[in-house]
């Protein structure tokens, strides 16, 4: 089954520090997401990716965060100055065209912040 | 704004025994629900999901319920195993909004 791939699995940074976390979508897909989870807490949506722009973005995601497709298969997501409260599992998601289809999930990268 | 709850928390079972979680939601306006696994400090597979003119769907042990009108869904697992412990969470999807989860039921069976 295809999948969505995520790296690094797991990333230690200084509080301060630039991080980018990378995500290979599925191939076909056409709409990309960033997800975070907070320990203990529900999965929180960051921000969509449709069309080589944001769809949509929540109010977690200010001005310190920003995505980027580089190329026709990676997707990334940039924290410029990491706080202590940035640390969390950050799923990268994809979906085909169509509200029909099932959104997948990568492994997701762990980031803590020290 | 959806809310998504799902209830219970937790629950430990002994293995063999047949169980149902819970998912409320706020909104019916909704495309599909998805169910997901989430194993501990894993991600998140998906494990069902259910278009908005479905009532059900079903994998192996698994069946997933729907009704939009109401704003409720249920996963039904038959015959508990061990190694169906991990958190299940539940999330909607309108349109090409975001999904909406719900804080997952952490599930126990004990062999």
């Known amino acids: 089954e295809p999948e969505v791939t995520q790296t690094p699995s797991h990333q230690v940074t200084q509080m301060g520090q630039e991080v980018i976390l990378r995500c290979v979508p599925i191939s076909n897909h056409l709409y990309f997401y960033w997800y975070r989870q907070i320990l203990g807490q529900k999965v929180e949506f960051l921000v969509s990716f449709y069309n080589n722009e944001i769809s949509e973005k929540s109010e977690i995601f200010d001005d310190q965060f920003s995505v980027e497709r580089p190329d026709g298969s990676n997707f990334t997501l940039k924290i410029r100055s990491t706080k202590l409260e940035d640390s969390a599992m950050y799923f990268c998601a994809s979906k085909a065209q169509g509200p029909g289809n099932t959104i997948y999930f990568g492994e997701g990268s762990w980031l803590t912040v020290v | 704004k959806q809310e998504v709850t799902q209830i219970p928390a937790a629950l430990s079972v002994p293995e063999g025994e047949n169980l149902v979680l819970n998912c409320s939601f706020t909104?019916?306006?909704?495309?599909?629900l998805q169910w997901f696994r989430q194993d501990p400090g894993k991600g998140l597979t998906s494990l069902l999901l259910i278009q908005s003119s479905q009532r059900e769907q079903t994998s192996g042990r698994l069946n997933a319920s729907l009704d939009k009108s109401s704003g409720r869904s249920t996963l039904y697992i038959a015959a508990s195993q061990p190694g169906d412990s991990a958190t299940y969470l539940c999330a909607v999807y309108s349109g090409n909004t975001p999904l909406v989860f719900g804080k997952g039921t952490r599930l126990s069976v004990i062999a």
């Open positions: 909104d019916s306006a909704i495309y599909n």
